[in-house]
């Protein structure tokens, strides 16, 4: 867990990293709906495109987004073996015993690992390429306009900006709680099933106890700096729309709207 880095900042000097937050989560967003669109391997393939060029603009190797992925693997694998084993659409592929491979099944499979790759690759550039400040500022921008309705923009953000951040913190302190209860003469590899669920239950009480009194710790930490969401604050750190911002969100969208037309047309 300590090669993870989802939520997990990293300090590089990439065009992506210098782009407006606001930029990068609003695509963010457009990325996930274009995904979602039935494009075909086509479609996929250029959205496939557009993550490979973002990664190269990043300079974040794929080592570390494939380490990201690592935590997804298991669910990857058992929506891939659902849906081979009870998804019956298309024609017969091949035959497993009593079980039927369809054609249609392998189509829809690929599409889920691919969505979920494309998804799991673009979030983990955001949280890679953005500082948790600048997010919060970001987000907070992009909700302004809904503080004329009573939204509570800044309460909203900040909340997402320290989940993002203790991801990381949460993440060190279940390898520390598993080290300690290896320790223990816990097995989380081998044993019935019902003693893994043991083992993991005992994993998943102290880590809950850990993230309450973490909160806590938090909580009291900015109520004895007089934190107040509702107090009007400057900021040294500003956010800044840049050429380069429109020139990304221009191609951006030329990507994500050609992927969507390309759905209607399929």
């Known amino acids: 867990m300590d090669s993870m880095i989802i939520g997990r900042y990293l300090p590089l000097n990439s065009f992506i990293h210098k782009r407006d937050p606001r930029l990068k989560i609003g695509l963010l967003l457009l990325f996930l709906i274009a995904v979602f669109f039935d494009a075909g391997f086509i479609g996929y393939g250029i959205l496939s495109a557009y993550v490979i060029l973002c990664l190269l603009l990043s300079k974040i190797s794929f080592k570390d987004v494939m380490k990201a992925m690592k935590p997804m693997i298991f669910m990857m694998a058992f929506l891939a073996l659902f849906n081979l084993l009870f998804l019956q659409t298309g024609s017969v592929v091949c035959t497993l ?15 889920i690992l ?18 948790p400040l600048d997010l919060t500022l970001g987000l907070e921008k992009l909700f302004g306009p809904l503080k004329k309705v009573g939204f509570p923009t800044h309460e909203i953000a900040m909340m997402i900006s320290i989940a993002l951040r203790f991801i990381p913190t949460l993440l060190e302190e279940t390898q ?8 223990r003469g816990v097995d989380f590899q081998e044993g019935t099933f019902k003693e893994k669920v043991s083992a993991i239950v005992s ?20 109520e004895s700096r007089n934190y107040n969401p509702e107090a009007t604050r400057t900021r ?7 050429l380069g911002d429109t020139l990304s969100l221009i191609f951006s969208l030329i990507v994500v709207t050609g992927v969507v037309v390309l759905s209607f047309i399929l």
């Open 97 to 111: 015993g009593p079980v039927k491979i369809y054609s249609g099944a392998l189509k829809q499979t690929a599409y």
């Open 176 to 183: 520390r709680i598993m080290k300690a209860q290896a320790s």
């Open 114 to 131: 691919i969505r979920l790759i494309l998804i799991i690759s673009m979030t983990t550039l955001l949280t890679a390429c953005t500082k």
């Open 203 to 222: 994993l998943i009480i102290p880590l809950f106890i850990s993230a309450f009194m973490r909160a806590d710790d938090l909580a009291n930490a900015m």
């Open 236 to 242: 040294y750190h500003q956010v800044k729309w840049d």
